[in-house]
């Protein structure tokens, strides 16, 4: 097997699995459709402790694609935690992220990237936003009632948090509390650090194969805690102060004061 490539790269795409071998090379291929020729690029597979043959699968396809890389958690840690791994171990300025399902285009990561690039330092995250979601009626219910309670307490401004489309500067992301359901609330963190959101409209698709591995939210219940506590950070949140730092000045070689030594 070649050795995994080491060219310094400029945009690190993430995708967190969890038991989607049927799935891993149709969308590989499709990554690399969207991101060839226009960007050096790594992509990373957080294998969250798959059962099935998604770890072979991801293996073969390294064969032919040095510039792709798999993570693997000994047991599953959900997706707020795939997700981290992938970011911290990111060769690339510039992150972006979609789920393994096939359900997130790859198309539309160029569109998000080149957000990110063109916010000069000031754009936290590019966002995508789903129409025309092939979900069941029950989960679009769901879906919306939990964006509709997340958006009134937040006021983070985004219709769609759950959309696994994203890209992000990898400090800014590496910057944030960590804490289980993170990626669930980027919009609202980021803008908590003074930073502006992108928007992208993406458009939904069915997934490849498979079922489900990652709730929505977990469903909205078990997210009401994350956002109490997301609430309570943005509360908090004081200026950052800006800081400078003093140096000694230093006779200069006449012995005559008013040199800046820097440290």
């Known amino acids: 097997m070649p050795a995994p490539d080491q060219t310094p790269v400029a945009v690190s795409i993430v995708v967190p699995v969890r038991n989607e071998a049927d799935n891993i090379a149709p969308l590989i291929a499709e990554i690399a459709a969207a991101l060839d020729g226009r960007w050096a690029y790594e992509i990373i597979y957080i294998n ?30 959900g997706q707020s935690a795939a997700v981290r791994s992938g970011v911290r171990a990111a060769r690339g300025a510039i992150v972006a992220t979609l789920d393994g399902d096939g ?3 790859p198309a539309f990561l160029p569109d998000l990237i080149a957000a990110v690039e063109s916010g000069n330092g000031r754009v ?18 769901q ?51 003074g930073l502006t959101i992108a928007y992208v409209d993406v458009v939904d698709r069915p997934r490849h194969s498979g079922v489900s591995n990652y709730g929505f939210f977990d469903r909205l219940w078990i ?9 309570w950070l943005i509360r908090r949140k004081k200026p ?15 012995g005559v004061p008013g040199v800046t030594e820097v440290k």
Not at 240 to 254: H, L, N, R
Request: proline share 4%; aromatic share 6%.
């Open 48 to 77: 969250d402790g798959s059962t099935d043959a998604t770890g072979e699968r991801l293996s073969a396809v390294m064969v032919e694609r040095r510039n792709l890389r798999q993570l693997r958690h000994a047991v599953s840690s």
């Open 103 to 105: 359900q997130n285009n």
């Open 124 to 141: 936290g995250l590019a966002a995508g936003q789903r129409v025309g979601r092939k979900d069941t009626g029950f989960k679009k219910l």
């Open 143 to 193: 879906s919306r009632i939990a964006n509709t309670v997340r958006s009134i307490i937040l006021r983070d401004g985004t219709r769609d948090t759950g959309c696994g489309l994203k890209a992000f500067p990898r400090e800014v992301f590496l910057a944030m509390p960590y804490f289980d359901g993170l990626h669930r609330f980027l919009p609202a963190l980021v803008r908590r650090e």
């Open 223 to 231: 997210g009401i805690m994350d956002l109490a506590g997301v609430w």
């Open 240 to 254: 950052t102060p800006v800081v400078t730092e003093v140096v000694a000045e230093v006779p200069d070689v006449a």
